[in-house]
DNA sequence: CGCGCAAATAATTTATAAATTTTTTTGTTT
DNA sequence: AAACAAAAAAATTTATAAATTATTTGCGCG
């Protein structure tokens, strides 16, 4: 009786649940590139599944507005637009906000502590592989997502943490596109530490419009870059 | 030349799509009842259409959260419990505090006249078929949905209505489980006056708060129900 | 000679039916 | 009673067929 719990763990997988993650993570990194259409035949040579797994991934993703599913027209991937990401972003800020100050309100030492080791983790790896020009740290990234996620955790909400979620994949699309044109030197690691910093001092309005900033800083090196590659592409 | 538009309107479905917003309708309406199992086969016959739309359907519906997909083990209605009344129903404060302050920080004649509208269309309508005894009208649940999606539908942020609509959705089903036992003599109508005129006079912390306290007493109602339904089932 | 419309062809999506794999149930044995 | 094996049921996936949409081609006309 090694396992003590009754219910055997759920780690058996279908098809359709494997190309749905390998498909959203294809998309959020923008392999799938905005606007693409996704034919089930090249899909399905892509993946190499038949259609019905294929179908249903779609299908989730389409409730995600990450993919648009036009009725008998097929599937592409959701486009991207000046218009989403500002509308996204100030979302965020909302939401994150809310988020965030509930979290602080049920501040416990153990979340504060996952914080600290969430931010410990995070200020220890290198935002790029290669100092002297821009390569993207998967590592980097895993962990800065996760930062900001202990920072909502708490709120004691499933329903709004779920949503933040969507957000954050919805955002991190454009963040991909943008950061892999222009090496930015934005100190971003900064950003980190003083929110961490608010959060620990218990200084809710701090945090919360530290956090504000920090998102909306990004979305204006965003705008900035694509507003760039596209006058590139016009001229 | 009668449409304008160069595009042909969308107005093609697919049996997905159907299939989808039939289950979703009967999951609200707790024709299909939290917890039950949603066999394949079951439904087949229920809705007489082969199981790739309903598959198709089924997981849209995983993603929305008013279904369970277990890997292998086939589909279940989304179980109710007192833990996500409670959640969702803290959530939906929020939130739509949230979006109903920045509607109003947008507000033009054009919404509130609207808002308008919507109340005088709800506040005509019945709230029970019959006076002596509680007997649901559909008409007035459609509009009692219309005016709270006016309320919130100019904060100008798709996605945190697209939110906030998922709990509104997720909360339904709570409400028709617990109104079909009792006729509640609350009198919701007068909230509803409440809310138009503190929006109308630009009120925004009156407005929010009696939102907020509307959907608090709803829940505090239905806790009620369900926990009194649940002792009797013990008893 | 180019433009626009119409018909036919090709490609793609949607739906049904069949096959495979996995889980659950049932019955037997220790 | 517990454990194992066999059978049944159910879910997942592949394969096939039907319906819909997009594209191309050809023809008439300005």
């Known amino acids: 009786m090694i396992d003590p719990a009754k219910e055997p763990p759920d780690n058996a997988t279908t098809l359709a649940t494997s190309i749905y993650e390998r498909l959203k993570n294809d998309i959020l990194a923008a392999r799938l590139e905005p606007g693409q259409k996704l034919s089930l035949r090249f899909l399905m040579d892509q993946y190499g599944t038949g259609q019905t797994p294929l179908r249903e991934a779609l299908n989730r993703l389409v409730i995600e507005e990450l993919v648009i599913g036009r009725e008998q027209r097929g599937f592409s991937v959701t486009p991207i637009s000046l218009e989403e990401l500002n509308e996204l972003t100030r979302t965020r800020c909302w939401v994150e906000g809310l988020a965030l100050r509930e979290s602080m309100q049920n501040a416990t030492p153990a979340w504060e502590?996952?914080?600290?080791?969430?931010?410990?983790?995070?200020?220890?790896?290198?935002?790029s592989l290669n100092p002297e020009q821009f390569e993207d740290n998967p590592a980097w990234?895993?962990?800065?997502?996760?930062?900001?996620?202990?920072?909502?955790?708490?709120?004691?909400?499933?329903?709004?943490i779920g949503f933040?979620?969507?957000?954050?994949?919805?955002?991190?699309?454009?963040?991909?596109?943008?950061i892999r044109k222009v090496f930015r030197v934005r100190k971003v690691s900064a950003e980190h530490d003083a929110i961490l910093q608010a959060v620990l001092d218990h200084n809710q309005e701090q945090a919360v419009s530290l956090l504000q900033a920090h998102y909306m800083r990004t979305a204006t090196v965003i705008e900035a870059d694509l507003r760039t590659a596209a006058l590139s592409l016009a001229g």
Chains 1, 2 share one sequence.
């Open 113 to 127: 502590e996952a914080l600290l080791v969430a931010h410990h983790r995070l200020a220890r790896t290198p935002r």
């Open 141 to 160: 990234e895993v962990l800065h997502r996760a930062f900001h996620d202990r920072l909502i955790e708490n709120c004691a909400s499933r329903p709004l």
């Open 164 to 178: 933040c979620m969507q957000l954050a994949d919805r955002l991190y699309r454009y963040r991909t596109i943008s």
